[in-house]
């Protein structure tokens, strides 16, 4: 963890040039180009409404930091699996963990891990620093600036236990997870600390949910603000996820139904009033700021995810790095896509020179497209596998054929029972979330083999590279792992 300490010996106001939602001085949306302030002291930086604000906009730029939750992390996820192949075979972009053999000594898994546990060490020195200016700024501003930070630290903790320990369902959590990092640390002296089970980790994650969903606001005054910060229905898509990841399906449905309505057309009947947008092609199109669009990562020409950090980069045009896989278990090739169906026809592309590629992400560089972090469409599925789940099969297929037929409105699923039904959920994910940074982590999360493309067999639960390993230099640094 000494990354931190070179970090965070002074808390920084730089990372305003990071700032996604907001200019300090108004709520205009030229929040891209805000000036950064240099080396203010560490009380210095609670003075003023404007320097608060600045830390809160600081981060969710540490999160959406292109080592991370901009870049690193969603590809990751997506090429660990059997829906591309790689191209280039380069090292720099993700060849190894394509391979099914992500190395700890790699610099650029121990770049992944060590902004994670930045990020968190960010979020607990604001918490810490908060709590200890009250009367800064207004209560109920200071409320909703908690919120912010709790659930940015609980979507930090949740997207590196799914990937660096073994999944809640292979034991009950039992399995050694991440250390539990909870207090602002500006030295070496915390810098030893054991492992909590994946079952502590996930309890504070939902405690810093459940949390967040109290002192969030209900919404934002623009579609930006309301899609690139959280509120409470951010907190609540976040713990759909999070539970169905704990098999607590009864869980899921208690909080969908918050968002989710009973019966089609679904949308949320509570504050942001989230649904599917008709044509989902238009998701990830500029402005990026539909109301299925729960949660993004704002990108920007003088904000990009960075040099071979970009989803476009990997998937698209920008250097195609892998494509699609089109014959054997990819999902191209699944006969149940039909060659109609709009995510097929309209966000795929068939290139003489580099074969199927993805064109959500259509920007070219230096590639700015927002990165989807939470969408409706997740949720509604998330709703719809732990209704088929619990046995309510009715639901949950009213659900998956509400999102199906957004894109393919001819598509019949025929006769399902309940493990078709599950089946069919799952494979519906495959396609409206590819690319989204979701293939590994729905495998893992139902301690279920991968199917490595890329390493030409299936990855046992069992197996040590089912999971990443911790980075070389946490172990040099963090003996008490």
């Known amino acids: 963890m000494s990354i931190l300490f070179k970090q965070m010996s002074r808390i920084k106001i730089s ?138 630290r609980a979507l930090t903790y949740f997207s ?51 949390e967040a969903e109290t002192a969030l606001p209900d919404t934002y005054a623009t579609p930006l603000l309301r899609t690139t910060r959280a509120h409470k229905n951010t907190a609540i898509a976040l713990k759909t996820r999070v539970l169905l990841a704990k098999r607590d399906f009864a869980g899921v449905i208690t909080e969908g139904a918050k968002i989710v309505s009973a019966a089609a057309p679904f949308k949320s009947p509570n504050r942001v009033a989230h649904e599917l947008q008709a044509d989902v092609v238009s998701v990830f199109r500029a402005p990026y700021t539909s109301v299925e669009s729960i949660f993004s990562f704002p990108m920007a020409d003088t904000n990009a995810p960075g040099t071979q950090n970009q989803i476009g980069f990997y998937f698209n045009f920008g250097n195609a790095e892998y494509f699609l896989n089109n014959s054997g278990a990819g999902i191209l090739a699944d006969k149940t896509w039909s060659a109609t169906d709009d995510r097929r026809t309209k966000l795929t592309t068939l290139n003489a020179t580099y074969g199927n590629l993805v064109t959500k992400f259509s920007n070219v560089s230096p590639f700015v497209d927002y990165v989807p972090s939470i969408r409706y469409a997740e949720t509604l599925l998330n709703v719809a596998e732990a209704e088929a789940e619990a046995g309510s099969l009715t639901r949950a297929r009213a659900i998956l054929e509400a999102v199906r037929k957004r894109s393919d409105a001819a598509y019949q699923f025929g006769t399902l029972d309940k493990a078709g039904l599950i089946a069919a959920i799952l494979t519906e994910r495959r396609i409206e979330l590819l690319a989204e940074g979701f293939r590994a982590n729905d495998v893992l999360r139902r301690a279920q083999p991968l199917n490595s493309f890329g390493a030409g067999t299936l990855i046992q639960p069992t197996s040590a590279n089912y999971v990443f390993g911790i980075p070389t230099t946490e172990q040099q640094t963090n003996p008490g792992l």
């Open 15 to 152: 990372t305003v040039a990071l700032a996604l939602v907001m200019s300090v001085s108004s709520c205009s949306e030229s929040f891209l180009e805000a000036v950064p302030e240099l080396d203010l002291s560490d009380a210095s930086v609670f003075e003023t409404p404007a320097r608060v604000l600045s830390q809160v906009n600081g981060l969710y730029g540490s999160v959406k930091n292109g080592n991370f939750l901009g870049g690193r992390y969603p590809i990751y996820n997506d090429i660990r699996g059997e829906e591309f192949v790689n191209r280039t075979t380069n090292s720099v972009t993700g060849f190894s963990v394509y391979q099914g053999n992500p190395d700890p000594a790699d610099t650029y898994v121990a770049a992944f891990w060590n902004q994670g546990y930045l990020s968190i060490n960010r979020v607990n020195l604001f918490l810490e620093g908060l709590a200890a200016n009250t009367g800064k700024i207004d209560a109920t501003l200071a409320t909703n600036y908690g919120g912010e930070a709790k659930f940015i």
């Open 160 to 210: 590196l236990v799914q990937i660096f320990a073994k999944p809640y369902a292979l034991d009950n959590g039992a399995s050694p997870g991440l250390p539990l990092r909870l207090k602002g640390e500006t030295t070496a002296a915390g810098s030893v600390l054991a492992r909590s089970t994946v079952a502590q980790i996930y309890d504070q994650i939902l405690k810093d949910l459940n």
